[in-house]
């Protein structure tokens, strides 16, 4: 059974680094492309980019270009979403996907993150 | 790139047929196959139910169906019932993914 199980909720203040993960399991990690999804507060799902397992190579929505970083562990089938200098507009939950033709077949559970001061 | 448009609300009663509309462009929906359609119910991550236009992952039920025409995309869902109250984003795979603004659909 495929599973994507990602951390648990998390609470920052703005300017403060974060990093989420997506822990896969059954399935190999390397053939599949791991999607990262946003979904605000009551709003709809937004692109936030992708990583390709196999090589690492990764790449992002113009809006979030430049925010936000995707990598890999392949020794840990696991996926990150790391931000440096976090906004209080990047509270929202935080979804990863394994992604077959750019489509995401297996969700994970969601991280929410709250940037509050 | 621009959000995809989508009805914000749909309702159906149960056992009818109701169907969602995705309008984008001849850059997007218009011009490729790769379409596809996620269900969300409250609380819960989305699930694909319809990709490639048409096509249906293993273990979604027939009564869902996806069609296109020129850059309109529609998810059609027959003999509605209660379990697929929920909301319903589209979504263009071209090159990013660019999603609908969602619509909710309510089983009256």
């Known amino acids: 059974e495929v599973q994507l199980v990602q951390s648990g909720a998390e609470v920052r203040e703005p300017g403060e680094s974060l990093r989420i993960s997506c822990k896969a399991s059954?399935?190999?990690?390397?053939?599949?492309?791991i999607n990262w999804v946003r979904q605000m507060p009551g709003k709809g799902l937004e692109f936030v980019g992708r990583i390709d397992a196999s090589d690492s190579y990764s790449t992002y929505s113009p809006s979030f270009q430049g925010h936000v970083t995707i990598s890999i562990d392949k020794s840990l089938a696991t996926a990150y979403l790391q931000w440096s200098s976090l906004k209080a507009s990047d509270s929202a939950i935080y979804y990863c996907a394994r992604a077959d033709s750019g489509y995401g077949v297996d969700w994970g559970q969601g991280t929410l993150v709250t940037v509050s001061s | 790139q621009s959000a995809l448009t989508q009805p914000r609300s749909v309702s159906g009663s149960p056992g009818q047929s109701v169907s969602i509309s995705c309008t984008g462009t001849?850059?997007?929906?218009?011009?490729?196959?790769?379409v596809s359609w996620y269900q969300q119910h409250p609380g819960k991550a989305p699930k694909l139910m319809i990709y490639d236009v048409t096509q249906r992952p293993s273990g979604v039920p027939e009564r869902f169906s996806g069609s296109k025409s020129g850059n309109t995309a529609s998810l059609t869902i027959s003999g509605l019932q209660a379990e697929d109250e929920a909301e319903y984003y589209c979504c263009s795979s071209v090159g990013t993914l660019i999603f609908g603004g969602g619509t909710t659909l309510t089983v009256l």
């Open positions: 001849s850059s997007d929906v218009g011009g490729y196959k790769y």
């Open positions: 059954g399935y190999t990690f390397t053939s599949y492309w």
